[in-house]
């Protein structure tokens, strides 16, 4: 068995494998954390829409019929079921 000797600033192909698997290692794990924060924002912006979506359908109806309780859009002057006057 020969042992291979490496002089500084000499060719070393083990170290530079070595080298190689531990920047891809590294590549990797900066994808992997970007992939997450992308999806953490994803659901994020989701989620907003949906609640952005539920607050606006609070608004729609405001105005609620006194004679017959239905709810009407707001700025109406007259109710949709009865037309009674708001």
């Known amino acids: 068995m020969v042992l291979?000797?490496?002089?500084?600033?000499?060719?070393?192909?083990?170290?530079?494998?070595?080298?190689?698997?531990?920047?891809?290692?590294?590549?990797?794990?900066?994808?992997?954390?970007?992939?997450?924060?992308?999806?953490?924002?994803?659901d994020k912006k989701e989620q907003e829409k949906v609640e952005k979506e539920t607050v606006e359908r609070e608004i729609r109806y405001l105005v609620v019929c006194p004679y017959c309780g239905t709810k009407n859009p707001q700025g109406k002057e007259r109710c949709k079921n009865c037309d009674g006057k708001l």
């Open 4 to 42: 291979q000797t490496y002089w500084p600033g000499q060719f070393n192909p083990p170290l530079v494998q070595t080298q190689i698997m531990t920047i891809s290692f590294i590549i990797l794990l900066l994808v992997a954390l970007l992939c997450c924060i992308c999806r953490n924002l994803e």
